[in-house]
């Protein structure tokens, strides 16, 4: 097992490597330079290399690729210079807000797909199954920002339940302010995590040790939580690691829709204002969570494989 511990370890420490060389090139790789990118296309080459020689792009790019890995171990992100701060501030204000959006959308999308996949998986082809596949083909089919859309036409302008966007000031006020994002978040997670847990535990229900269960008496709840599920959440964990990316670009439409200042909003403004230092670092972070929840995943899964103790 420790063996299978440290080649993840070591695939995770490369993909972070290529990731932050990645974003070193995309930034030089914008047209004409981040200086350019900053100062606007009609910016004189003076300006242009007085900015370079702050910057300290007119040095050999070799060497600005170590700098660019000191500042990261540093925990320096760059400046922004359109918001005229610096960029790891700017995360620091916004990202709380969207780790509490998807933390709270991903925990309610896997408590459904649990809950539906099983009984989904009980019902395998019988009609309360198929009504179940399609209700999970609607949900996962429809786009973001029109399921978002939908909930504050029904919530907020006929019912007036529920506040249409931004953020409350008080911790009630922000708890219902949070409701509409994390259910139009969590609806097309749910879909497809419970289509995915619906067929694995369709394909336990057919095992012999299910009907070794029934024919010793078993009621099927037991059967279901005891037995079903800790067989098929195993490969779902691996899902939901991979889902991660998902869950941010979902998150990006889903702040933008109901004007709600996390990450995701941050990144969307800065791209509109070609705020690329904001931009990339923004993507480098989520790159990192990508791999991190994947790192996760694989070991949780590892550690629920009894095989791998043994390897």
């Known amino acids: 097992m420790w063996a299978m511990i440290v080649r993840r370890l070591s695939v995770s420490a490369i993909s972070l490597a290529l990731l932050v060389t990645l974003v070193f090139f995309m930034i030089h790789a914008t047209p004409g330079g ?3 990118s900053i100062l606007g296309s009609h910016a004189s080459p003076q300006a242009v290399a007085a900015l370079n020689r702050q910057m300290g792009l007119d040095r050999p790019l070799p060497e600005q690729y170590l700098i660019w890995w000191a500042h990261l171990l540093e925990g320096r992100l760059g400046y922004s210079y359109i918001q005229h701060v610096e960029v790891s501030h700017l995360i620091g204000v916004y990202l709380e ?3 509490i959006l998807d933390l709270a959308a991903l925990g309610l999308a896997i408590a459904v797909a649990i809950g539906v996949g099983l009984l989904q998986g009980y019902l395998a082809e019988r009609i309360g199954g198929r009504i179940i596949g399609f209700f999970q083909i609607v949900f996962y089919a429809m786009p973001v920002f029109f399921t978002g859309i939908l909930l504050i036409y029904a919530f907020s302008m006929q019912l007036d339940w529920l ?3 931004g953020v409350g000031h008080t911790l009630a006020g922000h708890a219902r302010h949070l409701v509409l994002p994390v259910l139009t978040l969590a609806l097309p997670i749910a879909a497809g995590f419970s289509r995915y847990f619906g067929h694995q535990a369709r394909e336990e229900y057919r095992q012999d040790y299910v009907r070794t269960a029934r024919a010793r008496g078993l009621c099927e709840w037991r059967i279901a ?3 079903v599920l800790r ?3 195993r490969p779902f964990i691996t899902l939901v690691g991979m889902m991660i990316p998902v869950l941010f670009v979902g998150g990006v439409l889903t702040e933008s829709v109901f004007n709600y ?4 909003w941050l990144l969307w403004r800065s791209a509109l204002d070609q705020d690329y230092p904001t931009v990339s670092a923004i993507t480098l972070i989520i790159g990192v969570l990508t791999i991190l929840g994947n790192l996760i995943a694989d070991l949780l899964n590892s550690m629920l494989d009894v095989r791998v103790r043994y390897e």
Do not use: M
């Open 231 to 233: 067989n098929a959440v």
């Open 261 to 264: 200042p996390g990450l995701g």
């Open 97 to 99: 807000r969207t780790l």
């Open 225 to 227: 939580t005891h037995h």
């Open 163 to 165: 506040p249409p966007g």
């Open 34 to 36: 981040p200086a350019y």
